[in-house]
């Protein structure tokens, strides 16, 4: 029977952990069939198991969801009459066949579905294909990038990889269900030699030597990617090269890419700028950085007691991006005013006698008193003294979780003293006050003209920029515009764009250029 009119459908199985013989579960079951119907179940698990925290993040699926889940016996007893004589499609079969395999066994038969696996034809066919994954391969064949973390959305994507490789196996003359056994029996995994990515290798080696962005595109005209280049040519070309240690990530995105779009800029400033503007407006999946996602801007009120997402007069320090960079000394204040400490101070468990501890020694070191940190505003001066007479300077630090002290090994328990705690204080009013500081210039450079030179550029004449609440000209004619005082209407894109400018107008210092900025 020819491959394109087999009765087959589409399976895949979400689990708890890695293995059953661990203590793993059937979570979540789908199916697809060929004519793309799908459905997906939820299984109720032994003993009203809780779904591991780790789990929840990667499959989205929640405890809370489980209201809804049924039992595995009628979810495979549906699956079982609906396609009675079937053959049953997974893509990277060898993890779901121990879970099939334990709960058929718990009802002492069999799974009742041959299982042809996709991931080992594409093994086959595509030796040296950057990847075989599930998601770099649907698009290689032209399935839309997505998270790919539910059941159902991997059903669908082996469909669309089942009919890309049944195209790639008719080329090889296999086009019956016996054709392709025997191709299985008799071709053998081959060794992977060298990369072969489906873009074009001329269309990256034409590549101008020059400051741009570049795009990269998948088979369906999405954008994959956004980035900046010095060089275009140099950049994109550093992608393809080399085998080891490659990053899997990256290598499954360039099993995607067939087509690249680029925009040559005038320095690599602007390309900077460029970027950050076109990851915003395309939200590409393979980009991390400078995403919006659910970032927020934040606003202080002067005794940073409260916060709002909107500036106004009560609510005038900031920018900010998250309040967590003040947490641990909110929290602080919070416990001298409370004259009770607790162990969760710095958002990991440290008790609560140790931090008090710590905050005495702290104390005595600058020769201040516990009460001074009923006021978080003296204690931010002090952080502003700080970082000027030590002149301080550092790139913003994104908090997005706990300082860990020691992270080189899980197995070392390390024993944190008061003199610890102290430390750890001193670092967290130091980077509370660069944070400010920061803060600070981005609000300055709102509004301002900006010339630079770059050292050992081929032209010496000088690069204009006329920032105007916060969007950028490149000319040196713009009129002035009166000062900004607040960021009103203004958005995380403004904060990250001017935060690039920053960054950049740094390194053109730092590689010996000139910048000049007036500020307006």
Not at 162 to 186: R, Y
Not at 450 to 477: C, F, H, M, Q
Request: glycine share 4%; with cysteine; proline share 4%.
């Amino acid at each position: 029977m020819k491959l394109n009119e087999m009765p087959l459908f589409f399976l895949d199985v979400q689990t708890t952990g890695a293995k059953p013989e661990s203590g793993a579960h059937i979570l979540e079951v789908a199916w697809t069939s060929l004519d793309g119907e799908t459905k997906a179940s939820l299984v109720q698990l032994p003993n009203e198991e809780k779904i591991p925290y780790r789990i929840q993040l990667i499959t989205g699926i929640f405890n809370e969801d489980m209201a809804a889940a049924e039992t595995p016996d009628k979810v495979f007893s549906e699956i079982e009459a609906k396609f009675k004589g079937h053959h049953c499609l997974i893509h990277f079969a060898q993890f779901e066949k121990p879970f099939l395999k334990s709960y058929y066994a718990q009802k002492e038969s069999d799974f009742p579905f041959s299982i042809l696996c996709t991931h080992e034809i594409a093994k086959r066919l595509f030796p040296n294909l950057p990847t075989r994954g599930i998601k770099g391969l649907a698009g290689y064949f032209g399935y839309p990038s997505q998270d790919l973390k539910r059941a159902a959305q991997q059903t669908q994507a082996t469909r669309v990889i089942w009919q890309g490789l049944m195209v790639e196996l008719a080329k090889q003359g296999v086009e019956t269900w016996e054709q392709l056994q025997a191709w299985l029996n008799v071709t053998p995994k081959t060794a992977r030699t060298k990369y072969e990515y489906p873009l074009d290798k001329a269309k990256r080696l034409s590549l101008p030597d020059q400051p741009g962005i570049y795009r990269m595109i998948s088979k369906w005209d999405e954008i994959l990617y956004v980035g900046k280049a010095t060089s275009l040519k140099d950049r994109v070309n550093s992608y393809f090269r080399g085998q080891k240690n490659r990053d899997s990530r990256k290598l499954e995105m360039l099993t995607q890419v067939y087509d690249l779009r680029v925009t040559v800029c005038g320095s690599p400033l602007e390309a900077a700028l460029l970027e950050t503007d076109e990851i915003k407006k395309w939200d590409p999946r393979y980009n991390i950085s400078l995403k919006a996602a659910h970032r927020n801007l934040v606003f202080f009120n002067r005794e940073f007691t409260d916060m709002e997402f909107e500036q106004s007069q009560e609510f005038n320090i900031g920018p900010f991006t998250s309040s967590v960079v003040f947490d641990s000394l909110r929290n602080l204040r919070d416990c001298v005013l409370a004259e009770s400490f607790h162990d969760n101070v710095f958002y990991e468990p440290i008790e609560a006698s140790l931090v008090k501890d710590g905050l005495q020694i702290f104390c005595e070191r600058h020769g201040m008193g516990v009460e001074d940190f009923k006021s978080l505003r003296k204690i931010m001066a002090l952080s502003l003294w700080w970082n000027r007479k030590f002149e301080f300077i550092e790139e913003e630090e994104e908090v997005e979780s706990s300082e860990v002290e020691n992270g080189e090994s899980e197995d070392i328990e390390v024993i944190l003293t008061a003199s610890d705690i102290a430390d750890k204080i001193d670092r967290h009013i130091m980077r509370a006050g660069m944070t400010y500081l920061r803060s600070k210039q981005l609000t300055r450079i709102l509004n301002s003209n900006i010339s630079y030179r770059i050292a050992d550029s081929a032209t010496d004449e000088p690069y204009y920029l006329n920032v105007r609440k916060g969007l950028i000209e490149t000319t040196s004619s713009s009129p002035r515009v009166p000062k900004v005082q607040l960021w009103d209407s203004l958005t995380i894109d403004t904060y990250d764009r001017m935060s690039v400018l920053l960054m950049e107008l740094g390194k053109i210092e730092t590689q010996s250029g000139e910048v000049t900025i007036d500020y307006i």
